[in-house]
């Protein structure tokens, strides 16, 4: 079966200045050179995507001074034919860590069953309106599409409490934003047993950390909004907890996966986890040669290079 994934998400222009140092309260510096980058989560996620071999279309919104985004995006192999250009608002840009929503923010028609057809996947964020993302996350469940989100920036109390969590197959958050969805929907009644089998080495600190998102794993997939749902929590560089479903009907069973073993020092940190989400969504759509070490390993390379969607590797770098 042909597999085909939709990322309905954000994109915006990154601005970066380069200076030598960061200024103090008050201070005035000057830089020593600017540029502006492609960005938005779902932009980087698409490009990962297609860059683990994935086939992947991006629906996002551009104003007049983002057109050269769209070709950007095709460069990496990513479908742009549902891309929208709109006049009265420009491309949303972010100057590290302040964003200008902009263009992003405009509402576009809800889908409709004929602009899925053919997709298998759809990979949602949370920078763009609540509503569209609500509205083509349905669409998608309806139609027995695979769903998933990496909720970033983290939703309000109120629209974790309301989001249709149970449309979702796959979640994928940081330890933080576990704790945050458990706080907004508190803690459930009961906690189901899931067992969680750790190596015997690893540095102490490690392991406490591995251990602390269990239990938060653990409630998390144990509470009712939840409970149907596949969900990974990443720990940066300790690795990734995952609560993964056996079958229908069926408990669910943790699984540790550790932080690749870089070969060079931490060089930008920004793109890791759009890297981390792109790679792990081309596992899903069942990939030849997919294994889980890709994941990390292609996380760990790109924390090793500058930027965002420059710095994601693509799967020849990866698979060796």
């Known amino acids: 079966m042909t597999t085909k994934c939709l990322v309905r998400g954000s994109i915006n222009i990154d601005e970066y200045f380069h ?52 070709n950007e995006l095709h460069s990496h192999g990513v479908g742009i034919d549902k891309m929208v250009i709109v006049e009265v608002q420009n491309t949303m840009t972010r100057l590290s860590p302040v964003l200008h929503h902009a263009a992003n923010h405009i509402e576009l028609p809800p889908p409709t069953p004929g602009s899925l057809e053919g997709f298998t996947h759809l990979l949602l964020q949370n920078e763009i309106p609540l509503k569209s993302t609500v509205e083509y996350l349905s669409a998608a469940h309806k139609l027995g599409i695979i769903t998933i989100m990496n909720p970033s920036p983290l939703l309000t109390a109120e629209q974790t409490r309301e989001f249709p969590w149970r449309k979702l197959s796959w979640l994928i958050v940081n330890e933080g934003e576990a704790r945050d969805l458990l706080a907004s929907v508190g803690e459930p009644r009961s906690v189901d047993t899931i067992e969680l089998v750790l190596p015997p080495e690893g540095a102490p600190e490690d392991l406490i950390a591995v251990r602390s998102a269990h239990m938060i794993g653990s409630k998390l997939v144990s509470h009712p909004k939840f409970k149907s749902i596949n969900i990974v929590c990443t720990l940066g560089s300790v690795g990734l907890v995952a609560f993964v479903s056996l079958a229908q009907g069926v408990g669910k069973m943790a699984l540790y996966l550790p932080a690749a073993k870089l070969d060079g020092p931490v060089v930008d940190t920004t793109g890791a986890g759009d890297c981390f989400t792109g790679y792990f969504v081309s596992g899903l759509m069942g990939l030849k040669q997919s294994h889980k070490e890709d994941l990390i390993g292609a996380a760990g390379i790109c924390v090793q290079r500058r930027g965002t969607i420059d710095s994601i590797p693509l799967r020849e770098e990866v698979v060796v």
């Open 19 to 70: 200076v030598k140092s960061i200024s103090r309260p008050g201070e005035t510096i000057s830089s020593f050179g600017f540029e502006s980058r492609p960005g938005g989560k779902g932009a980087n996620q698409a490009v990962a995507i297609a860059k683990a071999g994935g086939s992947v279309d991006f629906i996002g919104i551009v104003g007049p001074n983002g057109r050269w985004l769209i």
